[in-house]
């Protein structure tokens, strides 16, 4: 079967989600891979949304974080408040899936503006969860697609903490959880290197050039010294994908956000 | 006890210029008519408090209500921006607005630190963030029994919270149910609070453990069914997503903005003239 680059990019990062695990999903992109892994190789992921349901099953993507649907499909909805004290605090999130506006070489995430903070060239929405998603989930996967502008040397902002400056940054900040296991891009995936902690290269899409990543990095990417080919996307996969998201067109008249 | 009252008394009598105002709801349950009520009665200088602005508060930017924003997630959902936020913000139209930026963890646990009546929350945030660089309220605390260095935020203690919610009883009692969010939390965080409701019944018949909010812990109830458009209320309403899309040019642009909050909030005597009005537009395209 044919596919889009967005497809492959959603689906290697449902692969990335292993059978059981208790995951953090943020809106958009993680939200579509955590469904989509739900739907084919890990059944018995817990979906945790941070509005408030535990055990979340849709069988339409969202399109707020609050959608009702969300709620009568959970185990049980929890106030937001629990969510981020007993939950995430507390220490039984496994993954925090997380999108970005912008991410460094470190996987540290800016959602807050670009330029000055004060005199903002773009504003956007800011940190809604994502910081403490990042600094206590057991481990942290980042999905986005790959550009120049969105894959930069500086952040103006950082409002979530990946790997800090590199190297053993995350222990000195006494960060609880590891941090950043993987940025799963539209060409890539990226992860960080053994003892500095910088995202290296170690998978390129079918078909992607390392030209093209390098291209579309705004900073010096290294590659891994072995990169490996993602596999393509199967034709369960890809049919459990498009699957779901006909089913959010026509449950919602759109398609769901990617923001 | 709370009071059984018109939306427009309520607000008259409990939102005052110059308060620190919570309208709370977790992109379920958002107090919109609420929201129109303050427009409509041209309340100024309001320090706003939300975790998720959305469209409620680009409303009451634009509209000029606010002079500050306490906030931690500021996007119209699944959508995109909040263009009269980020006016206000870039180009301080229709005047400047202070804003006072969080994440989701430290807001929520301000609130339940207000609402237990302690000055501050205590939370594990922001290590490595910038966030405490642009917020000078972000602070830290070192645990006295591990040592620990641990982030210190300010309680929310709103003069007044507005929440909606499925049902009251006559008395004013009131029972919420689906997305709670932080509505429980800024409600007893507040000094005073009107809940706006789809309905008031005879008997709640609330199942044990339900959120239930006292009538002694409220200011006044409001019957306003369908308050909380374009957001929901679970089991009665559902979300209007064609709203908030339709909000995206509407927003964008000041003149189109102000002739909407004109034609539909200053032109219309009260929310169910405002839904009348939407639909017959809606109708008539």
Redesign the interface.
Known sequence: MTYTTNEMMTVAAARRLKNGSVCFVG?GLPSKAANLARLTSSPDVVLIY????IGAKPSVLP??????E??ETADT?????E???YW??GGRIDVGFLGAAQVDRFG?INT?VVGD??Q?KV?L????????IA??AKSVLIILKQSARSFVDKLD?????GH?EGGD??KR????GAGPVGIITDLCIMEPEAGTNEFVVTALHPGVTREQVVAATGWAIRFADSVAVTAEPTEVELTALRDLEARTAAA???A??E? | MAEILSLHDAVKRFVNDGDTVALEGFTHLIPTAAGHEIIRQGKKGLTLVRMTPDLIYDQLIGAGCARKLIFSWGGNPGVGSLHRLRDAVEKQWPHALEIEEHSHADLANAYVAGASGLPFAVLRAYAGSDLPKVNPLIKSVTCPFTGEVLAAVPSVRPDVTVIHAQKADRQGNVLLWGILGVQKEAALAARRCIVTVEEIVDNLDAPMNACVLPTWALSAVCHVPGGAHPSYAHGYTERDNRFYQAWDPIARDRETFTAWINEYIHGCADFSEFQARLAAASEAK
Do not use: M
Not at chain 1, 50 to 53: A, L
Not at chain 1, 125 to 132: I, K, L, Y
Not at chain 1, 173 to 176: I, K, M, Q, S, T
């Open positions: 809106i941070e509005s408030g349901p399109l707020s974080i609050g959608d009702g969300l709620a909805v929890v106030p937001t408040a969510i981020f004290r995430l605090q540290n807050t903070y004060h903002p504003r929405p800011g940190a809604g969860g994502a910081p403490e600094g206590s902002f950082i409002t979530s903490v800090g940054s995350r900040l006494g960060l609880p919602h008249g759109q769901p956000g923001a």
